[in-house]
């Protein structure tokens, strides 16, 4: 009789699977960030917007005073800012909701289309996805702002500076001014893509943001209530836009108040970059442990 032995292969205990050679980098998260605000038709829209009426404001407002003042008139003197320089401030206001609109677009759109589980899926930890987000939308708005102040001053030259009205670069303020101009509006759009980041959604974060720039912060400047007085120096607008107005005008309107605080133009943009550090690590904070 014969016996037939099968043979078994024997198993060989399975090792760790290969890693993949593809790793997600922060500037692969940049690239991508970048390549999303740009495919969206709202961000063209927006800056657009934002460059016309920052421009059409100055020109506006400068052609006014060409019609009605004289030569060196308003322009200096020690005797209050410059008119330059006041033509730049609702500009400035009016530009900004233009730039929170696309601030806040950019985080809560993702939640609306489901985009962000894919970016989430792509960074599971999350906060780098929020990170490339902010320098992204920060530079993009910073670099249209640039443009926008320049061609608003280019303009303001061109009607005032035959009248001695329009800013003179020689000043010592002038660039702290015009360049405050355009950081104050992309600081401001990282606030309010923060308030995106936490609310994450589109109508709610809106309706909180621009509530908050156009009906709180001017109520609260204008009724004479002392605790009110305290306060309303430290919200974000008020204090943030302090950078895009010259010392004369600072001081006046400090002047004008029996209490609160007096800030300068840095220390009152510091206080909207605590804003904006204080909001989007609380975003950053939720994004961790919320379900995307």
Request: hydrophobic share 55%.
């Amino acid at each position: 009789m014969s016996t037939t032995t099968s043979t078994t292969p024997a198993l060989t205990k399975a090792g760790p699977a290969a890693a993949s050679p593809y790793k997600v980098s922060f500037g692969h998260l940049l690239r991508a960030e970048w390549i999303k605000l740009w495919t969206v038709r709202s961000t063209v829209w927006t800056l657009s917007i934002m460059v016309v009426v920052m421009v059409g404001l100055v020109a506006a407002v400068s052609a006014l005073g060409a019609a009605n003042m004289g030569p060196g008139e308003g322009g200096g003197g020690g005797e209050g800012p410059a008119f330059g320089y006041a033509a730049f401030v609702p500009a400035v206001n009016m530009a900004s909701l233009a730039v929170v609109v696309l601030g806040v677009l950019t985080i809560t759109g993702e939640y609306t289309t489901g985009m962000i589980r894919s970016s989430a899926a792509a960074a599971p930890r999350r906060t780098p996805v929020l990170w490339s987000k902010i320098v992204v939308l920060f530079s993009t708005i910073l670099a249209a702002s640039v443009v926008a102040v320049a061609l608003g001053y280019l303009v303001e030259v061109l009607i005032l500076g035959g009248k001695d009205l329009a800013i003179d670069l020689s000043d010592g303020q002038a660039l702290r001014v015009l360049g405050g101009c355009a950081l104050y509006l992309a600081t401001i759009a990282i606030f309010a893509f923060a308030l995106g980041a936490l609310m994450r959604h589109s109508a709610a974060a809106l309706a909180t943001v621009l509530g908050l720039l156009l009906v709180i912060e001017t109520v609260m400047s204008a009724i004479p209530w002392k605790p009110l007085q305290y306060i309303s120096p430290f919200l974000p607008a008020t204090a943030g836009s302090k950078i895009t107005q010259p010392d004369e005008l600072n001081d006046m309107m400090n002047s004008m108040s029996e209490v609160g605080a007096n800030l300068s133009a840095w220390q009152g943009y510091g206080v909207l970059v605590a804003w904006v550090v204080v909001l989007v690590a609380l975003a950053a904070f939720l994004m961790k442990r919320r379900d995307v």
